[in-house]
């Protein structure tokens, strides 16, 4: 039986994609052998390969300034690819921070500071080790000058997320879009370069999707290695060497299924009904449930929230896993709950989560 599905990442995959899988698993097509025995520079690979991209195209109305990209490496090595090419010696970057993830980017450009510019935090909404809310625009301390500007868009381990996109006049936007991706369409004109680690929203581990304007690519760096070049990358059709052939299928399922349910729109209308119910119960019963984020930082990816006792939490968590719902342990950064919703997840599964939390608070409260 399967469970219903609340890890923060490798995350909760839909069913059909799944069911597509496995019914193609030992054959793909009428060639013998599964998609993962094929030959990447093959016929067949290339076809999954490429409807993959055109698919991700499609729903997101991706314009033709912009490149698809498929990558290794996790977000981690986007981390260091972002300040090797794109932070020339003497120049500085703006990083805006607003949780874990955005931290270890900076700290990552940092690092590389023998070989790169500066690394500079723009803006930081930590206090008292955590992270509540998103900055607003006037808070920015923005360099008109900067070689790109970062951020997170939605706070994994926080369940803070950005509702609007940063105003940063012509400096490069580039996002970690690791943990929302797709929860909705966006407009991929406003970014230089947007990345995301499949594993969250739109696939398993193992791949990294990145969309990147052409021209900012070009402008790269050019005395590094081939392999640490997106202009690498983007020359080969994301096929310089190997990729990961069986992760890229998968994001092809997916994909193929939210064009099928209707896509990006369909997608946000659920995620929007999703964190109505979810952020609406935690809401109604606040004497019990309380969100230590402010209202409109609010992610509709993760939710997070407490219950007046560590010992209840536990309990809390327990007693879900007996329902069949299983990854509600807040990250030990924050401790309480965290609810991660993503695509995977269904109205329906929310409210399931809603119920239980219902009849909890009242054996408890
Ligand atoms: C999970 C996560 C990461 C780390 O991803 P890896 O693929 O493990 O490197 C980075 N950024 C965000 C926003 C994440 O949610």
Redesign the pocket.
């Known amino acids: 039986m399967r469970v219903i599905n609340f890890n ?2 490798p995350a909760g995959l839909p069913l059909p994609p799944l069911e597509r899988a496995q019914k193609e698993f030992l054959e793909f097509g009428k060639s013998g052998m599964s998609i993962m025995e094929h030959s990447h520079r093959g016929k067949d690979y290339d076809a999954v390969h490429n409807e993959a991209i055109s698919l991700l195209r499609e729903l997101l109305d991706v314009p033709e300034t912009h490149d698809v990209l498929f990558m290794q ?7 260091s690819l972002i300040p090797l090419n794109f932070l020339m010696p003497g120049k500085s970057a703006d990083y805006l921070t607003t ?4 931290k ?2 900076l700290s990552e450009a940092k690092a590389l500071s023998a070989m790169v510019g500066t690394a500079r935090e723009a803006v930081t909404t930590e206090h008292d080790g955590v992270f509540t809310r998103i900055p607003k625009q006037d808070e920015l301390e923005l360099d008109s000058n900067a070689a790109y500007a970062h951020y ?6 926080f369940g803070t997320q950005w509702h609007t996109i940063p105003e940063v006049g012509n400096v490069p936007l580039i996002a ?4 929302d991706f797709i929860w909705k369409k966006f407009d991929v004109s406003k970014y230089a370069l947007a990345y ?2 499949a ?2 929203n739109i696939g398993p ?1 193992g791949v ?1 999707v990145a969309i990147a304007r052409k021209d900012f690519v070009e402008s790269g760096r050019t005395d590094l290695s081939k392999t640490l070049k997106y202009s690498t990358v983007a020359k080969n059709n994301s096929l310089f060497n190997t990729p990961p052939t069986f992760s890229i299928y998968m994001v092809r399922n997916i994909l193929a299924w939210v064009k099928e349910i209707g896509g990006l729109d369909a997608i946000h209308a659920r995620n929007l009904k999703k964190g109505e119910l979810l952020y609406g119960a935690i809401d109604a019963m606040s004497d019990f449930y309380k969100s230590p984020v402010e209202k409109d930082s609010r992610s509709y990816m993760n939710v997070v929230f407490r219950l007046p006792s560590q010992a209840l939490e536990e309990k809390f968590v327990a007693e879900a896993k007996a329902a069949n719902m299983v990854g509600l342990k807040g990250h030990r950064a924050v401790g309480g709950i965290r609810a991660s919703v993503y695509n995977a997840v269904s109205v329906e599964n929310i409210q399931s989560l809603v119920d239980f939390m219902e009849k909890f608070k009242k054996a408890n409260g």
């Open positions: 923060a990442g490496g996790g977000a981690h090595l986007q981390f949780g874990h993830w955005s270890v980017a997170t868009t939605n706070n994994t381990i970690d879009m690791s943990s995301a680690g594993q969250k581990s990294v």
